[in-house]
């Protein structure tokens, strides 16, 4: 046999027993309805609940989200029911004209982030939603 074949085949399995991140990735448009949890509805119309921690379900009832291009890492919990990953595992993204952008708040008065709907902790004042790139570093007051 063939090494240079041979050797590439035995290693593959172990490698990618490893490689593999532990969380699943859903896409789909996020559709938030009225006193029910809030869905992820699937390419081809399928539709999975979505739930998490506290800080998460916020971002899942944030109105301004409705509609959107999301992204969520996380695990079904049972068929069409999926736990998205804890808040700080950062696990929720929007897609913006082919730019994965993590759903992040911003208070443009004391410039600090935080991940789920409110007011801000400094200045009690509204946050604003800041999809934001990932690796972008955060604007200097
Ligand atoms: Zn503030």
Redesign the pocket.
Known sequence: MDRRRFFPLLLTPVVGAWAEGTGKVLRGRLTQREGQPTVLTLPGGKTVSLDGDEPTRGVLKDDRLQDTDFEVRGEYTQPGQFQISPIHTRSMFVWQKGERLMVTYW??????RTFTPG???????N?RLDLKDPDAPDPKP
């Open positions: 208070c443009d008065i004391c410039y600090i007011v801000c902790w400094c200045c009690q004042d946050t």
